[in-house]
């Protein structure tokens, strides 16, 4: 199994300003994913963030927005950019390891972002 | 577009009973399929996945697959108030996990 630790666990922001999102597992692997959850809605995949390389975002999704930082195999960042009341959400931060001969996902405690 | 459907609820069970979660994909070379609970404020954790067509079984849980169909759901037996939850399921296609969004179940003492 991965632990995963995720901080800020929420924060109130100021429409036009940017809060970044940190990722901290507690063992080395090669993909990190963003997701974000909007109440009542399912997991949507902002990007996948692989170490060395610029990360894979979904359609909908843009670097310029969204940009990721993945300097090592055990941590990622998040940055929610010019940020406007629609990015409030939950963002959550996982990974995948194999456990038992399956493939799992695990997730860290979520970022609640209300922008006002 | 690959999708996971799931009916939002919320489903309402009576303490003891069973209560019965389904699943919808749209994309038929989907390889493996999983139920994650959430509950309010906590991030979603594995709780079965199922590769095979057919049932299976972990305690109070289990898990249904029928490929043709396109259809996956998860019975809970003696369904017990700690139970209420939110049940994401999600189906592997390729290497990307799609998430249905869910359905809110409440038990009832």
């Known amino acids: 199994s991965a632990v995963i630790s995720q901080k800020p666990s929420r924060d109130i922001c100021q429409r036009g300003t940017s809060l970044t999102i940190q990722c901290q597992v507690d063992?080395?692997?090669?993909?990190m994913f963003w997701y974000r959850q909007q109440p009542g809605q399912s997991l949507t995949l902002i990007a996948t963030?692989?170490?060395?390389?610029?990360?894979?975002?979904e359609s909908g999704f843009v670097i310029d927005k969204f940009p990721i930082s993945r300097p090592n195999l055990t941590f990622s960042t998040l940055t929610v950019s010019n940020m406007s009341p629609e990015d409030s959400s939950i963002y959550l931060c996982?990974?995948?390891?194999?456990?038992?001969?399956?493939?799992?996902?695990?997730f860290g405690q979520g970022t609640r972002l209300t922008v006002v | 577009q690959k999708e996971v459907e799931q009916n939002s609820g919320p489903l309402s069970v009576p303490e003891g009973a069973i209560a019965s979660l389904n699943c919808t994909y749209s994309?038929?070379?989907?390889?493996?399929f999983f139920w994650y609970r959430q509950y309010s404020g906590k991030s979603p954790e594995l709780i079965m996945f199922?590769?095979s067509n057919g049932d299976k079984e972990d305690g109070r849980f289990t898990a249904q697959l029928n490929k043709a169909s396109q259809y996956v759901s998860l019975l809970i037996r003696d369904s017990q108030p700690s139970d209420s939850a939110t049940y994401l399921c999600?189906?592997?296609?390729?290497?990307?996990?799609?998430w249905g969004a869910g359905t809110k179940l409440i038990i009832k003492p």
């Open positions: 996982s990974v995948e390891g194999v456990v038992m001969g399956h493939t799992e996902a695990f």
């Open positions: 063992s080395q692997v090669t993909m």
């Open positions: 963030a692989n170490q060395g390389s610029e990360a894979t975002y």
């Open positions: 994309d038929r070379g989907s390889q493996s």
């Open positions: 199922i590769y």
């Open positions: 999600a189906v592997r296609s390729n290497y990307q996990l799609i």
